[in-house]
């Protein structure tokens, strides 16, 4: 059985950090990218960053600089960095794997 959880969120002040770590099991990491999406109240769900089973690393423009994805394929875990958080990051943060997806965590930036 495929499963995704995410945990790290929380509320933070602006200008602070989150890790984020997205848990997976039930399929073999190293045959599929790891991906993060949010998606904030009343828009679309947001691609935010990538990695793949080499290590390649891509971000959507505006967290470029902020946050760092990565994965531990031997605690089969993807973490999320954000540094220097906004207002505007507030959003639930989605795990993604292929067609499978986890239960989201929230992230609140704000003062």
């Known amino acids: 059985q495929v499963q995704l959880v995410e945990s790290g969120g929380g509320l933070v002040q602006p200008g602070g950090s989150l890790r984020l770590s997205c848990a997976f099991s039930?399929?073999?990491?190293?045959?599929?990218?790891m991906r993060w999406y949010r998606q904030a109240p009343g828009k679309e769900r947001e691609w935010v960053s990538g990695?793949?089973?080499?290590?390649?690393?891509a971000y959507t423009d505006s967290v470029k600089g902020r946050f760092t994805i990565s994965r531990d394929n031997a605690k089969n875990t993807v973490y999320l960095q954000m540094n220097s958080l906004r207002p505007e990051d507030t959003a639930v943060y989605y795990c993604?794997?292929?067609?499978?997806w986890g239960q989201g965590t929230q992230v609140t930036v704000s003062s």
């Open positions: 993604n794997a292929g067609t499978y």
């Open positions: 039930g399929f073999t990491s190293r045959n599929y990218a």
């Open positions: 990695i793949t089973s080499a290590g390649s690393t």
